[in-house]
């Protein structure tokens, strides 16, 4: 039987600084998107998923955050000084327990189908990480040209600047080799170097659009995106 996770981290402590004056006095994840905050949307994908628990880490401005969660199903871990993404989920794991877990960047939107659903259902034993992915040019709001290539077997490699796929910042990651970085903030780029490096990184083309939500003229690509999937 394959070991599903039930536990998910949303990242929600980042600094915002491409923001602008929209992050002065708020963390992105409250900036609205179609009259909503960034996490709510976020959280409604983690909620129709099923998921029985999540934490969201907070660092920069954490309490207009503290205080819209408040009332939600959701456990907090606050980190005093930032710790990216590897140290952040490191930190959070006694409140997400062991085993694989979801994790999903709080400042992007999404349709199609649900990307949790989809991770969950290619989940294997054999992976240690599975990624949603896009092609460079379907990933709206990212400049780049794409972070990872698939073979036919669904391994990624990095594209190291050839055109590619873009990681859309969900996935599901076993956390066993948070143990062995010795830094306390790091990237889960170490992780995936490894799981790369082993042949047991993996990815899965998301079946529907996404857009970054990272600079402020992503705003009006995301609220685009969103109004021509409801049409």
Same mark, same amino acid.
């Given at each position: !039987?394959?070991? =599903? ?13 491409? !923001?602008?004056? #929209? ?6 994840? !409250? ?44 456990? =907090? ?8 993404? $590897? ?7 006694? =409140?997400?327990?062991? $085993? ?26 054999? !992976?240690?990480? #599975?990624? =949603? %992915? ?11 040209? $794409?972070?990872? #290539? #698939? ?57 529907? $659009? ?14 685009? %995106? ?6």
């Amino acid at each position: !039987m394959r070991q =599903l996770p039930d536990a998910l981290m949303l990242f929600a402590a980042g600094l915002g600084t491409r !923001m602008g004056a #929209l992050t002065a006095t708020q963390p992105k994840p !409250m900036i609205p998107v179609v009259g909503r905050p960034l996490i709510d949307h976020a959280l409604a994908l983690v909620e129709a998923a099923g998921i029985a628990r999540t934490v969201v880490n907070t660092h920069y401005r954490p309490e207009p955050l503290r205080a819209h969660l408040a009332d939600r199903r959701v456990t =907090l871990s606050h980190e005093p000084a930032l710790l990216e993404t $590897g140290g952040g989920l490191r930190k959070a794991l006694p =409140l997400l327990g062991e $085993g694989p877990v979801f994790t999903l960047n709080s400042d992007a939107v999404w349709t199609g189908a649900n990307p949790l659903t989809e991770l969950r259902d290619g989940w294997s034993d054999g !992976m240690d990480a #599975l990624l =949603l %992915l896009l092609p460079a040019e379907q990933a709206s709001g990212h400049p780049g040209t $794409g972070d990872f #290539l #698939l073979d036919a077997e669904g391994r990624i490699t990095r594209a190291q600047g050839r055109p590619g796929l873009v990681y859309l910042g969900a996935q599901i990651l076993r956390t066993d080799r948070l143990a062995g970085v010795a830094a306390e903030a790091f990237s889960l780029n170490l992780l995936w170097d490894a799981m790369i490096a082993e042949g047991r990184a993996f990815g899965l083309i998301h079946r529907g $659009g996404w857009c970054d939500v990272g600079r402020p003229e992503g705003i009006a690509e995301a609220e685009a %995106l969103l109004e021509r999937a409801d049409v």
